[in-house]
């Protein structure tokens, strides 16, 4: 219970105070824009990489808690990463909101969506932002 607790606090902490939240007017930034109409949500994510390591991560958007915070858990616990290991991070979060075994150590903030697993209707919300990410890593690939 007092792990539930923790993870409560780290996503209303990024809910209310979100980390690198604003988008940026810059053309090496790949943006990708998803909106969940069934509930709501609506984000854009900014990626920039640059010798295969993500260099920095912004976001905007409207939605839930889950939704919101995810977002930002998501641009600081990708940030600086290589983009190979930022990718891996992504898989394996998205492994542990459908029930897949995963690598706690690998996800760190991220790990406190895990309770997202029990509530199906939710995993959209907790994933949206990430699915906009990798989005972003592929078109950037596409310009390449």
């Not at 858990?73 to 990708?78: A, G, H, K, R, T």
Request: charged share 30%; with cysteine; hydrophobic share 35%.
């Amino acid at each position: 219970m007092k792990m539930q607790n923790l993870y409560r606090q780290i996503i209303m902490e990024h809910y209310k105070r979100p980390r690198n939240k604003g988008l940026l007017e810059d053309d090496r930034y790949v943006t990708e824009h998803i909106r969940n109409p069934s509930c709501g949500d609506d984000v854009t994510i900014q990626t920039l990489l640059a010798d295969g390591v993500v260099k920095d991560i912004r976001h905007e958007g409207s939605g839930c808690s889950i939704c919101c915070s995810s977002a930002s858990v998501l641009s600081e616990v990708l940030k600086d990463k290589p983009l190979e290991s930022a990718l891996e991070v992504s898989r394996q979060y998205k492994g542990m909101l459908t029930g897949e075994d995963f690598d706690a150590d690998l996800l760190e903030d991220a790990i406190a969506y895990q309770g997202v697993q029990d509530f199906p209707a939710r995993i959209k919300c907790a994933s949206i932002a990430w699915q906009a990410f990798e989005s972003t890593v592929k078109a950037g690939d596409d310009d390449e």
